[in-house]
């Protein structure tokens, strides 16, 4: 059972560099079991996940990226904004040569380029309107996972429709805000935030908690991403953290293990104990820090040869014996 | 450019002379981009304290700086003035001001600055402005760039660092300025306009029956009310295009200007450096001063010879020659192929020799330290090992561009002394 059941769409945020990419296709893998169809979208125009699953450039067309370790499928899409309003033009408003004049007059141009936050309402609008996508035989999609924008933008970038439903006050595009906002504000959508357990992405983490929460949505999980175990045991590190590495003892384990116990490698060796423990102290630091946020975390392990297919599976799997999917 | 002289043979990187850079009067304008999340922030920071305490009078504009380094540097109010920055030294006749952009006061003082008092009321008080000023994205680009024009239009500071928003694509705020005059100038915007405006008969027949469709369509998609809502903003905005326009351009050619330096900061990791390769072209194509790059959190392994951070580089290349990376530079950076002599006692331990020493200490309850220890060092060694071929990867693609470098420090920084430490060690390096 997992911790998500019901949610449609998962978007994914995160202070930069913290690897929301990584996490989002990890879970869109961990969600695709039995069967089901996941879609995988991004928003930046990055192409972070066709880099991540080393395929052709994604485009507006959803397309089968891998299946899941458990038989399901992960689909992916690159939402343009520029497609995404001439779908609306096209499909929503049956907007005809009217439409066309506005094309002409550069309204595309204007509303994915130049005038802001239009953009923000296109790109959500899309994620909304595949993540109800209905066929004969149910949803499209068990589940949406978006690669958001980082945790700086991610409220003003959901709430963007809430703005546009109190600009346009009546007509189509008021209607539309009105249910995009009902949904990613309902316990149908899920944003989750990964970090690192370092300080900078672990406060912008609380920040974005707190932020999202006085907009209205609904805070997911928050992601750990690239967890390392300690590579001292306890003793050697609380001995570390103190500084009451004994050269000597050092020099002897070298000598036995028939290297060389010269005075600038031992140094060496207690620096870099001295800082490991240093880490490790502030990991379990933040670490404490996510515990209390009140949200159900999930560690990801660091993958050390970089991340490829086999990685992400690893994760995915991570994810699921965590519950998160 | 000012910085950027070799310091040894044409082959290895170009040393980025920061010190230089910053103590030369020349220098007034250095922008931090780069990609979220690489120190963009506590690089601008970090340069802004060195050259104040260098002699400089410096001020820099941060954009959404951390809790904990906004602190640092006084920053706990918002209020969109440059405030002296407390504990930075000032014997060398420097100063260090800070401040952190409030976009939506900075547009309100535009608003304020250009339209009669009557209109910039009209202005504030639409509803459409106050969602454009306030919440969309892409408007913290437009404020900061004006913010800098702000800043340098003063004249009273001869150094200003910018750090960049944490923009959708590093390069939104270079394309600001340009776009804020394609939105004035847009053949929407000039529609909305035209009824009010339009001169010839014929002219005016063949605009507004286009403008009658178009406005037939956006009323049914966006509602009348809007729809007045933006006209009205946009007639407003009208009396200012000119000072708009004008202010835009002037802050693109402030870039330009050879008073002005780009940083390109980014870590050793594939998505940073592919960001920090797309910037460099761009600032290239758009005649924008590149400084050079500054590759912030490299892994290095340290043989305890000279003192930490100077020469990690060159350390980190003996050992990484252990490991068998192609040799073409394997000193890559760092050392230039200088310094590290008289440090080869560690220098040649290589990561494989450290796990096989450290499987054989296994066996020995009482030697796990130093089994664990070795474990450490191969895992150090490996990273560093790691860092070095992607940097290496991004110097061979791009010889031309001065490089300097920081170690990966244990904990973040965070505070004054930290800052300090961080600026001296980037500044140190490589040579």
Known sequence: MSDWEGVRLHVLSGKGGTGKTTVAAALALALAVEGRRVLLAEVEGRQGIARLFDTAPLDYTERKLTGGPRGGDVYGLAIDPEQALREYFTLFYHLGPAGQVLERLGAIDFATTIAPGLRDVLLTGKAYEAARRRTRSGYAYHAVVLDGPPTGRITRFLNVNTEVAGLAKVGPVHNQAQSIVRFVKSPRTAVHLTTLLADMPVQETADAIADLRAAGLQVGAVMVNQVRAPLLAPAGLRQ???????????????????????????????????????????????????????RPVYELPLLADGVDLAGLYELALALRDQGAA | MTAGSPTTGPALPLHLDLDALLDDPQTRIVVCCGAGGVGKTTTAAALAVRAAERGRHTVVLTIDPAKRLAQSLGLQHLDNTPRAVAGVDTAAGGSLDAMMLDMKRTFDEIVLAHAEPRRAHQILTNPFYVSLSSSFAGTQEYMAMEKLGQLHATGQWDLIVVDTPPSRSALDFLDAPSRLGSFLDSRLIRTFLVPAKAGGRIYRKIVTTGFGVATGAMTRLLGGRLLQDVQTFVAALDTMFGGFRER?????????????????????????????????????????????????????????????????????????????????????????????????????????????????????????????????????????????????????????????????????????????????ALSAGQR
């Open chain 2, 248 to 424: 835009a351009e002037q802050t693109y050619r402030l870039l330009q200007a050879p008073g002005t330096a780009f940083l390109v900061v980014a870590m050793p990791e594939a998505d940073a450096l592919r960001e920090a390769a797309y910037f460099v072209d761009r600032l290239a194509a758009e005649k924008m001063p590149l400084a050079g790059l500054v590759l912030n959190q490299m892994h290095t392994v340290d043989t305890g010879a000279g003192s930490a951070g100077v020469s990690t580089g060159g350390d980190s290349g003996g050992a990484v020659a252990g490991v068998g990376t192609p040799g073409v530079r394997a000193g890559g950076v760092g050392t230039g192929g200088v310094g590290t002599g008289g440090t080869r006692g560690s220098g040649t331990l290589s990561a494989e020799r450290a796990l096989a020493a450290a499987e054989a200490l296994d066996a020995v309850p009482e030697q796990e330290l130093t089994a664990g220890l070795l474990r450490l060092y191969a895992d150090r060694v490996a990273a560093a090992a790691r860092d070095r071929r992607l940097a290496d990867r991004f110097i061979s693609t791009h010889p031309a561009v001065a490089v300097a470098q920081a170690p990966a420090q244990p904990v973040d920084v965070g505070d004054l002394p930290g800052l300090r430490e961080f600026a001296a």
């Open chain 1, 240 to 294: 570390a953290a103190s500084g009451r590495i004994e050269p000597a003892t050092v020099a002897a384990g070298l000598a036995a293990a028939g290297l060389d116990p010269a005075a600038g490698l031992v140094a060496t060796l207690r620096r870099q104990a001295e800082d490991h423990a240093a880490r490790i102290d502030l990991e379990s630091r933040e670490r404490a820090i996510v515990a209390g946020l009140g």
